[in-house]
Nanobody
Framework: QVHLVESGGGLVQAGGSLRLSCEAS????????MAWYRQAPGKQRVLIAD???????HYEVPVKGRFTISRDNAKNTAYLQMNSLRPEDTAVYYC???????????????WGQGTQVTVSS
């Protein structure tokens, strides 16, 4: 089966940086768009960035210019480089991906378990 696992979260001071990783594993045939979401305390889970298989990227306004999404298709891994972190970036960060398993003709959407990012002021 396919699994997504995030890593790299932690506690950082305002202005600092973190890099999150999301590795897909299992019987993977093809990974389409990969994305990062976050859910802050008391708020809905929201999309913050996504990247297509070909490397085209999209960012939501709150993170544009500060965060960079990337992927390494050979490693089935997506990354989120987070710079100039602010306290309002504090949230659980989730990886999401459209994945077609081997010997399967359709894509399914998968979520990781999430990783906590806490930015202190």
């Amino acid at each position: 089966q396919v699994h997504l696992v995030e890593s790299g979260g932690g506690l950082v001071q305002a202005g600092g940086s973190l890099r999150l990783s999301c590795e897909a594993s299992g019987r993977i045939g093809h990974i389409g768009t990969m994305a990062w979401y976050r859910q802050a305390p008391g708020k809905q889970r929201v999309l913050i960035a996504d990247i297509t298989m070909a490397g085209l990227t999209h960012y939501e306004v709150p993170v544009k210019g500060r965060f960079t999404i990337s992927r390494d298709n050979a490693k089935n891994t997506a990354y989120l480089q987070m710079n100039s972190l602010r306290p309002e970036d504090t949230a659980v960060y989730y990886c999401n991906a459209d994945i077609r398993e081997t010997r399967t003709a359709f894509e399914r959407n998968y979520w990781g378990q999430g990783t906590q990012v806490t930015v202190s002021s």
